[in-house]
């Protein structure tokens, strides 16, 4: 019994030492990627319009339509470029993901959101017509790391994969997400090392009006799921509160070294949640709960900290399944454009996601990813957010 109870304490000492020695690692990576990436921007190149995509000027209005897919931080990509549109008079700017328009922002002594309405949105896309043309053919390299803790003969079990992607881009919102998974090392499970395809899945990104946005995905998602996923988020990118609906029908698939297996559409998941950000701290508070995978229902507190480009979080959760808690973060990628022309681009991927939970194997408000989570996204464009940096 001691000898249990020994080994029990040590397998306990040994989670809390690597959830603590991630953190710190995180949070040091994390603020040299940060630094880095707004260096990166500053420091321009010859030809910083390379670095855009669908860009578009609307000299009577001194605004600017615009997407970048480099820079994590939507700010920089919005400081670069306002640099050569100076010359032009140009001191409002519209980002763009997907095609669609997020809000308007000027840019002045301080820094304003002007949320875009439904009539708005449709006159400017009878104006500016879709054309896929305009954009690069674009590939990142996108490391994927799993981890967990293990056993007394593999205190860490994990798996390291290299992801080769791109997106086609069909109509306005419309993306076909594709690429080929190189897998590194494996001690984590079963699966072979063999070259198959990255997740591959349609997503439509929808804006309704100035504060309801949609988005729909179809095809092979992360974490071995396939299906339909659909996510709703009112947000209105100058306020404080939000909430939003996702739900999905999804089943199992699995690339053998030879072949496809896949399962039926059999995991229902219905989550709602309301969130809340306190602007001066960019700090969003977040209470989600309903349906997870494999029927576990429950609730999940997030306590969400965005610092430049770094967002870091910590979460709690309580389902039938059991309790656990973890943290989170998302961090920029160095180097981002590794070489680029007017047609092709090749980078690192903006941003590399992770969670940590302390509790394995018990299926604990199990969920998969899609290509982004709508909150997380529209996070990015908060007056607040964008405001404080520009400070």
Known sequence: MKAVKHIGRAKETGRWALACSSISFVLLIGMVLSILSIQDG?????????????LSVDSA???????????????????????????QGINEFVPLFQGVPIARYRLASTLSTTTLSRQERTNWAKSNPFDGRRYKFDFRLQPEFIAQFGFREQTIESKTNLLVQSQLYLSRGLVLNWGILLPIVNHLDNQTLNVRPAPTFLNQFVALNSTNFMSLSAGLFYNDQYGINGQYRHADLTQNWSFGVETSLTGFYYFPKNGFYYESLKNVMLLADVAYRIPSRDVTIKVSGGQY??????????????????????????TGNGGTGGFNFAIPIAPGRIVQTQRVRLRSTEEFRWEYAYSRGYNIASRYKVGYQLDALLRQYHNSYLQNQYR
Do not use: C, W
């Open 293 to 318: 995978l494999y029927q576990d229902r429950g609730v999940r507190l997030d306590f969400i900290r965005q610092m430049g480009s770094v967002e870091v979080g910590f979460y709690m959760t309580k």
């Open 42 to 54: 500053v420091a321009q190149p010859r030809n910083v319009l390379l670095n855009y995509e669908n």
């Open 61 to 87: 209005q001194h605004r600017v339509y615009y997407e970048q897919r480099l820079y994590r931080n939507p700010l920089i990509g919005m400081l670069e470029l306002a640099e050569p549109m100076a010359t």
